[in-house]
């Protein structure tokens, strides 16, 4: 969660700054499941390119997480009501 932590200092150390109004759109659209103008990414200079990139893999990584964890959790609630049901 390197690229998050990252970004979240550049966003609160200068809100108003061009680099600052990019991830804050990014992490929106990624939330929010928006939309997002890609053409904002290439205006970037390359450590904040990549930057970018990293925050988009963590992403996806903690996507993967979450439905790890639902799936998980779903799995344990059938088990216990099954257990429930042979007694």
Do not use: C, H
């Amino acid at each position: 969660m390197l690229g998050i932590k990252k970004a979240r200092k550049i966003i609160a150390a200068d809100p108003n700054s061009q680099v600052a109004k990019t991830l804050s759109n990014l992490v929106y659209s990624l939330e929010s499941d928006q939309s997002f103008n890609l053409s904002e990414l290439y205006a970037l200079d390359i450590k904040m390119f990549s930057l970018a990139m990293d925050i988009l893999q963590e992403w996806r990584l903690d996507r993967y997480y979450v439905g790890k964890s639902k799936l998980f959790d779903i799995s344990y609630q059938n088990r216990v009501l099954q257990s429930t049901l042979k007694t």
